[in-house]
Nanobody, 115 residues
Framework: QVQLVESGGGLVQSGGSLRLACQAS????????MAWYRQAPGKQRELVAG???????NYAEFVKGRFTISRDNAKNTVYLQMNSLKPEDTAVYSC?????????WGKGTLVTVSS
């Protein structure tokens, strides 16, 4: 079965950092595009960052310069390094594995940034 398990969320003060990880199993990880999305209560889900199979990255404007997405194919894991966190970054962060029209989602990990 396909599983994506996020970890690394928690409570952090404004200006602090967290590193999220999403470990996948049941897929040929290296062939999948990976991305992080987030959803705050009462708000729509939004793309945070994506990374291609070759390692090219893209970021939402609101996280450029603060967040970094990376992947370790040997560990079947995608990471999201989050620095200079702001209260508005508070959300459930979920990872997605994409292969053509095949999409798999993790359950998410909660990030709470206090002021």
């Amino acid at each position: 079965q396909v599983q994506l398990v996020e970890s690394g969320g928690g409570l952090v003060q404004s200006g602090g950092s967290l590193r999220l990880a999403c470990q996948a199993s049941g897929i040929t990880f290296r062939t999948y595009r990976m991305a992080w999305y987030r959803q705050a209560p009462g708000k729509q889900r939004e793309l945070v960052a994506g990374i291609t199979t070759e390692g090219s990255t893209n970021y939402a404007e609101f996280v450029k310069g603060r967040f970094t997405i990376s992947r370790d194919n040997a560990k079947n894991t995608v990471y999201l390094q989050m620095n200079s966190l702001k209260p508005e970054d508070t959300a459930v962060y979920s990872c997605i594995a994409q292969f053509y029209n095949m999409n798999y989602w993790g359950k998410g990990t909660l990030v709470t940034v206090s002021s």
